[in-house]
Nanobody, 125 residues
Framework: QVQLVESGGGLVQAGGSLRLSCAGSGRTFSTYDMGWFRQAPGKEREFVAAITWSGSGTYYQDSVKGRFTISRDNAKNTLYLQMNSLKPEDTAVYYC??????????????????WGQGTQVTVSS
């Protein structure tokens, strides 16, 4: 089991940057694939980015490719999301999540077993 706590959200102007962090508890953090998801008001939670347990594979939603970078530091039990060139449509609550690897595609929300509480990101125009 792993517990996840996000931080780093806030208010930023369009074109600005933020870095989200997700701290994981437990000695098994490095065995989990990790993902970032977001949920805007009135919308369903959606996939943003994911990284395999080893860090060798990264995946992105098309709308964030080239602007967001997911990374992890397994020695620190921490997941990151560097967000650049932010747009108002990036406004949402951002959640990190963990799953044990499997055949279900890594972007599938229902394949994740553990979730953080979320951190608000607001991008003003």
């Amino acid at each position: 089991q792993v517990q996840l706590v996000e931080s780093g959200g806030g208010l930023v102007q369009a074109g600005g940057s933020l870095r989200l962090s997700c701290a994981g508890s437990g000695r098994t953090f490095s065995t989990y694939d990790m993902g970032w998801f977001r949920q805007a008001p009135g919308k369903e939670r959606e996939f943003v980015a994911a990284i395999t347990w080893s860090g060798s594979g990264t995946y992105y939603q098309d709308s964030v490719k080239g602007r967001f970078t997911i990374s992890r530091d397994n020695a620190k039990n921490t997941l990151y999301l560097q967000m650049n060139s932010l747009k108002p449509e990036d406004t949402a609550v951002y959640y990190c999540a963990a799953r044990l690897g499997g055949r279900i595609p890594i972007f599938r929300i229902n394949s994740y077993n553990y979730w953080g509480q979320g951190t608000q990101v607001t991008v003003s125009s």
